[in-house]
């Protein structure tokens, strides 16, 4: 059983990684692209556990340790392999 | 008097903060290392600048998590002065002893450069022997030093007198131009310049040195 993690910075926090990656798209001719956001993606792997337990760990990594709750917020899926 | 300089894997301003505790004031300090569980009879708790862990996944999200985090913490809430500088003052935001988060600088650059500070508030510790306005001189060395909070936190702490620096003219984006700040009890400073850095007029400032003074002498 796997977390696929995915972070990124709330909506309205400055994102100058993002913002300087959008204008090198954009410079280098990909106009129809716009608000590029640079975030960070995260995968670990469980011990035997339940997909519930799976969620409620990977939920607490998250608001403890993974995510800083004052600028960036998390969505994640638990992958049965 | 006794001074403690919490060193993680990574620190680098620790040697700078001993040096000056130790050789330029003449008072007794101890490097703790942070596998630590304990920390008593210090008077003062120094979280020193660098890249701990390498700045992974957060600069001082992982330190925040370091066994003698947890003593850091009791002190502070016991009213023993803690002074967080730069990695320290992330640090001291991941632990939750201060308000806010710093994210990075608005252009994306590390800035390694000399800056102006001033002095926005004069009652603490650290702080009470500076006029209110006071420019100070000293470095910066930071990625991530742009303080950030919402706005409610903000107004907050300048209501409240929380604000202990401000940069002269703004670097890094920080909200408010704020460059350093206090806990509610006023004895917990995190900053992101280094006033280490700025201790003896040979390093072209002695502004710094003021700070460590006023704490140790109005201990």
Redesign the interface.
């Known amino acids: 059983m796997r977390a696929k993690i995915y972070i990124r910075y709330k909506d309205g926090i400055l994102d100058p990684q993002g913002t300087t990656v959008g204008h090198a798209l954009n410079s280098m001719g990909y106009d129809a692209i716009h608000d590029v956001s640079v975030g960070k993606f995260i995968e670990m792997n469980f011990n035997d556990v339940t997909k519930e337990e799976a969620e409620r760990l990977t939920d607490e990594s998250c608001r403890k340790l993974l995510s800083n709750p004052n600028t960036e917020s998390y969505k994640f899926e638990i992958v049965e392999d | 008097m006794r001074a403690a300089i919490i060193v993680f894997p990574g620190s680098n301003c620790d040697h700078d903060a001993y040096y000056v505790i130790r050789k330029v004031l003449n008072k007794d300090v101890d490097f703790i290392w942070h596998k630590e569980g304990s920390l008593t009879n210090y008077d003062f708790i120094l979280v020193p600048g660098g890249f701990s862990y390498g700045d992974y996944?957060?600069a001082g999200?992982?330190a925040r998590?370091s066994p003698i985090m947890e003593e850091v913490i009791r002190c502070a809430n016991k009213g023993i002065s803690v002074m967080g500088i730069c990695n320290g003052f992330q640090i001291l935001i991941?632990s939750g002893l201060l308000p806010?988060?710093l994210?990075?600088?608005?252009?994306?650059k590390f800035l390694s450069q000399n800056i102006t500070l001033k002095v926005a508030s004069t009652n603490s510790i650290f702080t009470q022997d500076f006029k209110k306005g006071q420019n100070l001189d000293m470095p910066i060395a930071h990625r991530q030093g742009?303080f950030?909070?919402?706005e409610d936190v903000v107004k907050k702490l300048q209501d409240d007198d929380q604000i202990a620096f401000i940069y002269d003219e703004n670097p890094n984006?920080s909200m408010g131009d704020i460059a350093g700040i206090f806990n509610e009890n006023r004895n917990v400073l995190g900053m992101m310049p280094h006033p280490e850095r700025a201790a003896e007029s040979i390093l072209g400032s002695s502004d710094g040195l003021a700070i460590f003074e006023s704490v140790i002498e109005n201990m």
Do not use: Y
């Open positions: 996944l957060r999200a992982i998590f991941e806010g988060a994210i990075n600088n608005k252009n994306v742009n950030f909070a919402s984006g």
